[in-house]
């Protein structure tokens, strides 16, 4: 039996899974900050506004896919 591997090239270009991974990233720093007792001075949401501000262009420069439009039209 032979099981294919992920395509990584492929998922990172989807853009609910790179949001999905940017969110788990910034919310794992963000954990593991507070657990040493670090407070950032910028919050987490407004890293997350940032992170998801640059997916959007990304997604509108044709970088990132949205999967919920298949080809090129609507």
Request: glycine share 8%; with cysteine.
């Amino acid at each position: 039996m032979h099981v294919k591997g992920i395509n990584w090239k492929l998922r990172l270009q989807n853009k609910a899974t790179v949001v999905a991974l940017c969110s788990a990233a910034l919310t794992f720093v963000y954990t593991v900050l507070g657990l040493f007792g670090v407070v950032p001075s910028v919050t987490q949401t407004t890293a997350g506004d940032f992170v998801m501000a640059a997916l959007n262009v990304l997604t509108a420069l044709g970088v990132l896919v949205d999967p919920t439009t298949p080809g090129v039209t609507d």
